[in-house]
């Protein structure tokens, strides 16, 4: 009895001891797990996390160099002026750059002829968006906030209660916003090129999926995350895994055989870039995209004629080439607003401005009427 006593106590250590083994192996393993899980969460928290920028004037910014204004909330929106002096000019125009660019791309100091600028007195500003250039960053930028500071530029340079708006790509999507939450300051609009933002609501699915897809999948992508998931913009547009936006590395791809000639003779696609992201990618591009391609509080198929009285004109110019926003969807919504003058000029690109007599001939369309204007393309056309 007593050898099975001690045999059956033995077994029992052994069990003990097995299922001891057993736990502590479990609890190791649960351990790295939770150590692991904690420390990617950490990792991929701290790579979504974009820089503080570098803001002009403070330690570890450029120094200002041009003109600024101060805004409500104290911001400094940068600015140049071209043409005609500014307080005995006929015409009053500000120019809205697109996305990756700043008020040094204007085309009008370059393009529009000093003729045109002298026979019409045209005077015209150009200024850096929130985050460009010397412009400071706006962390709650939005659709309406953007229109707002145009307004404050144009009381703070005392251009008078009416003024011209013309915006190239991103600046002309932004157009759509001066048309919405200004137009009483508005005395016309010009929408280069303008991006669309590809889940406006009255957008008919089929038509956007269409163009949608004609754009290459790195693109998409980078659209998708700006719309779906707008706090991995920074990672997804920094990140080294997967193709990112041909737009923002500037392939070639995304140039018409017009845009190529055009780049040429620029010198480069974007001979302003150091000064463009000097304050850093992530207030300057990451938050375009962000706003320009977030779920907007209008539409601009909504809109109605900002100038029922026939006291000014909006004019949308687009290329039948443009590799950058699609031109069907382009037609779609010049139908839809008949108010619109629609210009679709055939072999043409996205750099339309930069073209060659083409600046002089959407300022004196936007300005004094369309007599001037060939090769033009009807909305009801």
């Known amino acids: 009895m007593c050898r099975e006593g001690r045999d059956k106590k033995n077994k029992s250590e052994a069990s003990t001891r097995s299922h001891t083994q057993a736990r502590s192996s ?10 692991v899980i904690v420390g990617s969460l950490a990792w991929f928290y701290k790579a979504i996390q974009p820089p503080t920028p570098r803001t002009i004037g403070s ?23 071209f043409g005609f002096p500014r307080d005995e000019a006929k015409f009053k125009i500000i120019y809205i750059h697109g ?10 100091p370059q393009f529009l002829s000093q003729a045109l600028v002298e026979e019409l007195r045209i005077y015209t500003v150009s200024f850096d968006r929130p985050g460009y250039g010397e412009s400071d960053p706006d962390p709650n930028r939005s659709p ?24 190239l790509s991103m600046g002309g999507e932004i157009t759509w916003t ?5 137009p009483h300051r508005l005395a016309g609009a010009a929408l280069l090129g303008p991006v669309i933002n590809y889940w406006w609501r009255n957008l008919p699915r089929d038509i956007t999926r269409e163009a949608f897809s004609s754009t290459s999948p790195a693109d998409q992508w980078a659209l998708r995350v700006a719309h779906h998931a707008p706090w991995l913009t920074y ?36 001979p302003n870039l150091a000064y463009i992201r000097q304050q850093g990618e992530y207030e300057s591009i990451h938050r375009d995209l962000k706003v320009g391609f977030s ?34 969807l382009q037609r779609y919504i010049a139908s839809k607003l008949p108010w619109i003058h629609y210009h679709e000029l055939s072999g043409s690109g996205h ?14 369309s936007l300005l004094v009427g369309e007599e001037e204007v060939p090769e033009s393309r009807e909305a009801s056309a």
């Not at 309406?144 to 915006?167: H, T």
């Not at 001066?178 to 200004?182: A, N, S």
């Not at 750099?351 to 004196?364: A, S």
């Open 144 to 167: 309406r906030s953007i229109a707002l500071d145009i307004e404050e530029l144009a009381d703070g340079l005392g251009l008078g209660p009416n003024f011209y708006v013309v915006g």
């Open 178 to 182: 001066c048309l919405k939450y200004i």
């Open 351 to 364: 750099l339309l401005p930069y073209v060659e007599g083409l600046t002089d001939k959407i300022t004196k």
């Open 99 to 108: 996305f990756d660019s700043c008020m040094l791309d204007s085309p009008f």
């Open 235 to 270: 990672w997804w547009n920094t990140q080294k895994w997967f193709p990112f936006s041909n737009v923002i590395s500037g392939n070639p791809v995304i140039f018409s055989r017009q845009d190529m000639e055009v780049v040429s003779k620029l010198g480069g696609f974007r």
């Open 59 to 81: 330690t570890s910014g450029a120094a200002v160099t041009w003109p600024r204004i101060k805004l409500r909330d104290g911001r400094h929106l940068a600015y140049k002026e």
């Open 295 to 328: 779920s907007w509080e209008f539409d601009p198929l909504d809109l109605e004629d900002p100038f029922p009285n026939n006291n000014g004109s909006v004019h949308l110019w687009h290329g039948d080439e443009d590799r950058f926003v699609p031109v069907k």
């Open 26 to 35: 479990s609890d190791i393993f649960k351990t790295i797990l939770l150590v």
